[in-house]
């Protein structure tokens, strides 16, 4: 198989050991400001209920209090990113953070790309980080370069379109590969198009199906019909 | 082979395969045991039908379903479990040193950057009492004083930390302590620079109080203080030092290796160097609260700070050699 060209975009490519080509959908600066923000509530709100606990408990509630306040500082984050791949802000923005050979993160790299928060936070409000994610390739943050880490996209779990129900009908001439393949992607997407649009779409092939109208829209539909059933 | 076709032999694996990822990517406690059997089989032969059906170029849907079984096989089978008392065990009995002495030469290097400046100006510091301004600010001088005038009931704090309890210091000493070892090594990043200023800094004040103690004749309080816990607490911060050193060497020198990976490749054999020294921080935090402050005889404190001294230097230099030929 031939590598495609390069694109411009926050698509990586990345080949398993098995010869499968995984494709990585790199999160930027925004949307993982935006996941920072949500931790930062929430670990406002963690502080805020470590003190109101600890602060019946004198002198041992004092340190368990420190002691609490060191942990979320540090391993927050490694907590859940060893445990889901995500901590809660991440996850409600839909990022995960992996390896960039797509395997899930491990304890090391996540223990590596937390401790560097030291670094990337500097001089205020992760502006190493930012000048790092502009500069670098793949939107890694001084700790994602040390760790081998990415934040990604979670793949959502796509949906199987059902084709429309349609006489099978072989198409009249010769298609390519592609062409075959654009005719059943037209067909399952046809329940997300509006009517009119349908009408529109199919009727660019007028020189193939000689209809017009709904008709149009049924022939394409009878032809993916049997491009992917036959008969 | 048709699509559908392909889809019906098919279906009955794929559904088995994502059956058992759901049941595998359930947090571990709530998994019911045993499995992961059949699971790399499985997934080899969905990853041949992604690729069948990329190459037969499939409906877009259906190779969109395959590439996310594969994503989610590859990360179950390529992520790593269990066993972590026993890799913390083995950590601190061999992994730690080891890995110190593989890096031997980062941490004679650091140790020089901080020894060095503090033996200067604690000696500078006995001989002239004004000195120590230079490096520390008058109402700093001034509280570090009170911690060890003769007088103080509680030497090593403050008159007002003096009511705290034991327990709260170590919580302070904790979250103070570890977190500036986590931090020197992070600035490592920065070209070292950071990492450099850090272990300069610490010297510089760390060896000014020494002396400038001394000089006033505060030894009684100061030295029987510090002895317990200053050998862990000070090699370790030279440890996380040695640490960040490594990060700087890969962005200033990285070799043959790209930045990112040289960067990468010394961020891994560093991270052991910085866990071992935030466990031995945790471990100086709880000697500094409970017996640097309690109050017994100087022989005493000094005995059990040579002894722990001794400890660390036999612990760093020698655990985890031998048996396979491990140095």
Known sequence: MSTPPALADTIRTYETPEGVRLRLRLAGPVVRACAWAIDLVIRLLLYALVVGIFAFFGGVGTALMLISFFLLEWFYPVVFEISGGATPGKRAMGLVVIHDNGTPIALPSSLIRNLLRGADFL????????????????????????AGTLVVYREREPERAELPRAVSVRPPVALSVGEQRELIEFAERSARLSPGRQVELAELLRGITGKQGDAAVCELHSYAQWLTRGR | MRQEAFEQRHQSLWDTFARQLDELERPRLRRRPEQGAGLPERYRRVCNHYALARGRRYSPALVEQLHRLVLRGHQQLYTRRGAWMWRLLAFIANGFPRALRRQAGYFWFALALFLLPALLIGVGCMLDEHLVYSVMGEAEVEQMESMYRPDNEYPGRTLERGAESDFSMFGFYIFNNIGIGFRTFAMGVLAGVGTVFTLVYNGLVIGAVAGHLSQLGYHDTFWPFVSGHSSLELTAIVICGAAGLMLGRAVIAPGRHARADALRRYAGAALPLVMGAGLMLLLAAFIE???????????????????????????????????????
């Open chain 1, 123 to 146: 001089p205020l409000l992760y502006a190493a980080g930012l000048l790092s994610m502009l500069v670098s390739r793949d939107f890694q943050r001084l700790g994602d370069l040390a």
């Open chain 2, 289 to 327: 609260a409970f017996w640097s402050a309690m109050v017994l005889p100087s022989s005493v404190k000094y005995a059990v700070g040579l002894l722990l001294w001794g400890l660390v230097i036999l612990y760093l230099s020698l655990a985890g050699r031998g048996g396979d030929g491990a140095r």
